[in-house]
């Protein structure tokens, strides 16, 4: 008597295989189109320029473009899966091969799961591309191509720093105020000094001290700093100088927060989500409002940007099932939902940074309803 062996059932049926076929093409198309889009506009022409104006070497030119090119591949990634699914299914609904699924009992549920295990598929990859190896790219960008106009290797922020600390009071009328209460001010970095340094310090009531040095360095040792040939200016609430003292070297409780600004360069689009949120960690020492806003929905939207792959994924499946149009239409459709969804999405953000909604939200609203129309319109097509 023979033995049977248990029948082991592959993880993809023929119709996802099939589907998921359909997708891959129009998708990788998709990539190539709208990267190479969004790079010629955002910085092949301003390369252009500096080599012809400003005598940029060429080798330069094609290491800043190369290193600028992951950018523009993250973005056309959710615009891509938009694309791809849409003349996925609008194909098959063209040519009848859902209505013949539909007539065996395959529901348009079970018929969008290809699609959106794609999605999802595209949405970790979109995340991680976006974490890791954009802003590094970005990053190595701007350094290159500082360092070829300027000759220079810019490390740090090496001049102008500035500083300031904030903190609640509460007024005469009981209301609560974001005021002023230490302003730190250097005229020059150069990697391991400050110069030129004016501190004004009022954290208590009115201006208490003004502090001027010609340099200072932060001391890890102390958690302090060491201020050198300097002068303090002991301010009485009523405006009046109280005491004038010059000192060679003088310790002074300050935050180490100067020194974490300066070593911080980089800007949204070249720091990965831990180093935002260290730099977050800087600017919530300073209370600086807007900028702490600004920081924190730029965070939020670099996890809620990957999720965009999944939401487009959803919103093309659910409008190529009731579409028959041909490839010209199913362009034409992902273009308008594109521009619709950006500008929703830079939309919200702006008003995130001014404080119009929280950041939260102003991030991740634009997800939501594309979820939810996405959502309703494969409700009715199932119907």
């Not at 002991?234 to 300050?254: H, K, W």
Request: proline share 5%.
């Amino acid at each position: 008597m023979a033995l049977e062996l248990p029948r082991i059932r592959a993880p993809w049926s023929v119709l996802d295989r099939y589907i998921i076929g359909e997708i891959l093409a129009p998708f990788l198309f998709g990539v190539g189109l709208f990267s190479s889009l969004g790079f010629a506009v955002g910085v092949l022409f301003d390369l252009v320029r500096r080599v012809t104006e400003f005598g940029l070497p060429l080798s330069v030119a094609f290491k800043v473009a190369a290193l600028s090119s992951p950018q523009f591949i993250c973005y056309a990634f959710p615009m891509s899966i938009l694309l791809a699914t849409l003349m996925a299914y609008s194909r098959l609904a063209a040519d009848s091969e859902l209505i013949a699924l539909r007539s065996v009992g395959v529901s348009v549920y079970r018929i969008v799961v290809p699609g959106l295990i794609v999605s999802l598929a595209i949405t970790a990859l979109t995340f991680i591309f976006n974490d890791i190896v954009v802003p590094r790219a970005n990053y190595y960008a701007a350094i290159t191509l500082e360092e070829a106009l300027t000759g220079e290797t810019p490390q740090f922020q090496d001049s102008n720093i500035l500083y300031p600390e904030y903190h609640d009071v509460v007024d005469d009328t009981g209301q609560s105020r974001n005021v002023l209460s230490r302003l730190f001010y250097a005229e020059r970095y150069d990697g391991q000094s400050m110069h030129k340094l004016t501190v004004v310090d009022r954290s208590q009531q009115g201006i208490n001290q003004i502090i001027t040095s010609d340099s200072a360095q932060w001391n890890p040792r102390e958690g302090k700093w060491d201020f050198f040939n300097g002068t303090i200016y002991l301010i009485d609430p009523d405006g009046s100088f109280r005491n004038i003292l010059r000192f060679d070297r003088e310790q002074l409780q300050l935050p180490r927060a100067p020194l974490d600004l300066v070593e911080r360069v980089r800007d949204n689009t070249e720091m990965t989500i831990a180093q935002a949120r260290d730099h977050l960690k800087v600017l919530r020492i300073s209370g600086d409002l807007q900028q702490i806003r600004k920081i924190t929905v730029r965070l939020h939207q670099k996890i809620s940007f990957p999720f965009a792959c999944f939401i487009f994924g959803l919103v093309g499946a659910a409008l190529g099932t009731r579409s028959q149009g041909g490839r010209a239409t199913s362009f034409a459709i992902s273009v308008l939902t594109i521009f619709l969804y950006y500008t929703l999405f830079t939309t919200t953000g702006a008003m995130g940074v001014a404080g119009v909604i929280p950041p939260f939200p102003s991030a991740w609203i634009t997800n939501v309803l594309g979820l939810g129309v996405g959502g309703v319109i494969l409700f009715q097509v199932a119907r």
